[in-house]
């Protein structure tokens, strides 16, 4: 066989075991009104939690960060690229976050991939639950360090594995609300650990930055460490693409951590800075962010709409506090079908599929967002109540 050949068969295997993915062209701004291959749809996958991804306030920043700053940084940030601007939002980052010093990270993947490659290294060791996001397992394996994963949120078993464990130097790694879960790692319960067998613990609250926590500070805030005696440890990312409706990543911890990671993260080091001007949008979106309390108390009112409404019997509403609702169906040819008929009710939900989740997990991946109207939600639980009964 070719080369070719391979790569051929390769897709039909993902088309014959519907694993096949495909890009839908949606016309209009990310909102819960979307155009999707020339349909209006209500769209409930978007992780714009507080619907600041079209937000004209952020729009205008944006526009006049580009009147001032141009298009580019035009070079990497040790070269000429580190604009004051940058420097502007990293103090503002970490202030907000309750950190020493922050770091600007062009994604949140790239800020994910460089960290752990540059904290650990060979005959060191990394523990990190079985469900974290792609990019921090990409980590742990470009840092050579040895990768042990625990069973999601199972403390006994990371605790053998911390036991046993000899490395020189560790790091417990997590996701701070699971992306395609929902739920929210206990914190303070890995710090304990993290603090016993001296390890770091890098966190990723991707999904709690701008929604939970006072003001929407984050995960870390919310569980009270982020003035704790033994924060130095916790290194904290968070992404700006979500919540705070623009692009990119920070990675927030105490000074001499953040320093060596300027001076040692290779996704850092080796790539053109972050346009300026996305910069100074997002010190927009976090004063917004920060006085954004009455997005976050209508955004929790919905969630506990849509869990009081979708009383599911055969697929499963998984537990989860924040804006992340997964309808666990199982089945990937089943879990397409029901996302179909979803969008034929005029409901844009994506599909979630292995091996974004695992193996028999396949799911719709509900998200809801301070942009969605509460009759919006009900007309949602509503269908999906109905779709189960009629597809059982
Ligand atoms: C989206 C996501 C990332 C990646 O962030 P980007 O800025 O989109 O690259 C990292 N971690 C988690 C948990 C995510 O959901």
Redesign the pocket.
Known sequence: MSLRDDLHAGLAALERDALRRRRRRNTLPCAPHAQVDGRALLAFGS?DYLGLAAEPALAAALAAGAQRFGTGAGASHLVTGHHAVHDELETALARFVGAERALY?S??????SGVLPALLGRGDAVFADRL?????VDGALLSRAELHRYPHLDLAALDTLLERSSARRKAIVT?????MDGDVAPLPALLERAARHDAWLIV?D??GFGVLGPQGRGTVAEAGLSVHPEAWRIVL?G????AAGV???FVAGEATLVEWLLQKTRTYIFTTGAPPALAHALLESLRLIEAGDGRRAHLNRLITLFRTRAQLQRWRLLPSRTPVQPVVIGDNDETLAVSAALEAAGLWVPAIRPPTVPTGSARLRISLSAAHREDEVIRLADTLCELERQLA
């Open positions: 992780n990270f994604t949140g993947y790239m800020a994910n974290n996001h792609a990019s921090l996701d701070a609300v699971f992306s990723d991707a999904h990312i992404t700006l693409g979500k692009a990119g990543a």
